[in-house]
């Protein structure tokens, strides 16, 4: 786990990017410390590409800045502590897009998608419907659930969740950062191999996805040579675009390349705030 990297487009029909998305890593005393965090502006919303700017950037700058305060003088990453601040973080970015748009009458809100690997455990956080997933040596695992109205129906027993509430209301996401005053991020754990590594991706990716797409472009053989998880990660957002994905398309991976001491970093579809 020591390379990440970053793509993203408009869709096939080169629509406004409200995508934002950043993956970076460190060589650190506790090991190599790899992030990265995806965003989807709020459709309907107004703003919604400087909603999720705003949040990529706060994480990047949480990890240019605090993380090295983290794993100073450690033996290891207190994945407790990335926990507490990553909510105090998010319900602080909440609290200022919620204010921003009732005070501009313009609401804004974006899903967020976090994760933080290190030394064989990884920290998701998650707020709406874009997704993380581990690959796995012969397989993978989604690491997130949607909180959509139509997972939640599913999680109570309708099991024809769009013929219940409407398709298109179906997937309305049950909260977003900035969309509403109160926030709940949901935050899980868990370990991982050296040859393992992570997608993370907004709703324009996965809903294109086919049975096998991510451990046939992911697998380690396939991504352990330099420069291969970018063409990887480009390679997924452009087999979206050919089959006809209309949405915006964002994918971030960290993968198991040596480190370079070096971090990468990309923020699309809107202004840095």
């Known amino acids: 786990m020591s390379a990440v990297a970053v793509c993203s487009s408009g869709g096939v029909l080169g629509r406004a990017n409200q995508d934002a998305a950043c993956a970076m890593l460190a060589r650190t005393t506790v090991g190599d410390v790899g992030m990265a965090v995806v965003c989807d502006g709020v459709g309907g919303l107004a703003c919604g590409e400087?909603?999720?700017?705003?949040?990529?950037?706060?994480?990047?700058?949480?990890?240019?800045?605090?993380?090295?305060?983290?794993?100073?003088?450690?033996?290891?990453?207190?994945?407790?502590?990335?926990?507490s601040r990553w909510a105090t973080v998010l319900k602080s970015l909440n609290n200022m897009l919620y204010k921003?748009?009732?005070?501009?009458?313009?609401?804004?809100?974006?899903?967020?998608?976090?994760?933080?690997?290190?030394?064989g455990t990884y920290m998701v956080g998650h707020v709406g419907d874009s997704r993380a997933y581990k690959i796995l040596g012969n397989g993978e695992e989604q690491l997130t659930e949607d909180q959509t109205l139509e997972a939640y129906l599913q999680q109570h027993g309708h099991a024809n969740a769009d013929e219940s509430s409407g398709q298109?209301?179906?997937?309305?996401?049950?909260?977003?950062?900035?969309?509403?005053?109160?926030?709940?991020?949901?935050?899980?754990?868990?370990?991982?191999?050296?040859?393992?590594?992570?997608?993370?991706?907004?709703?324009?990716?996965?809903?294109?996805?086919?049975?096998?797409?991510?451990?046939?472009?992911?697998?380690?053989?396939?991504i352990l040579e330099e420069s291969a998880l970018q063409e990887a990660c480009d390679s997924l957002v452009q087999?979206?675009?050919?089959?006809?994905?209309?949405?915006n398309i964002t994918v971030a991976c960290i993968g198991p390349q040596p480190c370079q001491d070096s971090s990468l970093t990309i923020a699309v579809g809107g202004e840095r705030p």
């Open 100 to 119: 921003r748009g009732s005070h501009g009458d313009v609401p804004m809100g974006t899903t967020f998608t976090g994760l933080l690997a290190c030394s």
């Open 50 to 83: 400087k909603a999720s700017a705003t949040v990529a950037h706060a994480f990047y700058n949480w990890f240019q800045n605090e993380l090295s305060g983290l794993v100073a003088k450690r033996r290891q990453l207190d994945f407790d502590a990335v926990q």
């Open 168 to 222: 298109a209301e179906g997937h309305a996401i049950l909260q977003a950062v900035g969309a509403a005053s109160a926030l709940e991020p949901v935050f899980s754990c868990g370990t991982f191999a050296p040859q393992d590594a992570f997608v993370l991706c907004t709703d324009g990716a996965y809903r294109t996805l086919e049975n096998g797409d991510l451990i046939r472009t992911f697998s380690y053989q396939k």
């Open 239 to 247: 087999a979206c675009i050919n089959r006809g994905e209309c949405d």
